[in-house]
T-cell receptor, first 114, second 113 residues
């Protein structure tokens, strides 16, 4: 069975602080994909990143970076120098390769205060 | 660029009524997914369709049914509505299957009174 756990329900930081959102997953599949999605107050889910289970290279995109560690089944997301516009709910998600279902974690609500 | 279009945006129904939600995927996307998101909850997978055939099924109540039509749009039909069905219903689409990134619509907010 697949499972995604985001233990942090809410995080509050002050603007310009760095913040890391944790994600731990469980799967029996040997090939799978991990994702992060952002849900701002407007409600629409926005794709941030997709990572193949065979690709453990960390990725950086602007102020966003992702740390994938297969040994600990974690796919953590770091926002550097957070901004108020980063305030949103962030979901980690998992899909089996070739599957037609993506399951989501419970989400972490991030508040960035000015 | 064209996005996933859902209609209606808001829907208010009474208990035991029926509701139909519509989803128009991004052109050329062949896979459609339906998710239900309760207040403060994560999106729960309901059902998906690939090339007009059901491809996977999640925690979708028997009172709900869905299909994907020849033009790839999809409809989620909900009957005998219950108070607990009140939620935000998202449709998403992707190209070539579920391990690709999902493009989500704005959602349909269903309120059952």
């Amino acid at each position: 069975a697949q499972k995604v756990t985001q233990a942090q329900t809410e995080i509050s930081v002050v603007e310009k602080e760095d913040v890391t959102l944790d994600c731990v997953y469980e799967t029996r599949d040997t090939t799978y994909y991990l994702f992060w999605y952002k849900q701002p107050p407007s409600g629409e889910l926005v794709f941030l990143i997709r990572r193949n289970s065979f690709d453990e290279q960390n990725e950086i995109s602007g102020r966003y970076s992702w740390n994938f560690q297969k040994s600990t089944s974690s796919f953590n997301f770091t926002i550097t120098a957070s901004q108020v516009v980063d305030s949103a709910v962030y979901f980690c998600a998992l899909s089996a390769a070739g599957g037609f279902k993506t399951i989501f974690g419970a989400g972490t609500r991030l508040f960035v205060k000015a | 660029a064209a996005g996933v279009i859902q209609s209606p945006r808001h829907l208010i129904k009474e208990k035991r009524e029926t509701a139909t939600l519509k989803c128009y995927p991004i052109p050329r996307h062949d896979t459609v997914y339906w998710y239900q998101q309760g207040p403060g909850q994560d999106p729960q997978f309901l059902i998906s369709f690939y090339e007009k055939m059901q491809s996977d099924k999640g925690s979708i109540p028997d009172r709900f049914s869905a299909q994907q039509f020849s033009d790839y749009h999809s409809e989620l039909n909900m009957s005998s509505l219950e108070l607990g069905d009140s939620a935000l219903y998202f449709c998403a689409s992707s190209l070539e299957g579920g391990d690709e990134k999902l493009f989500f619509g704005s959602g349909t907010q269903l309120s059952v009174l």
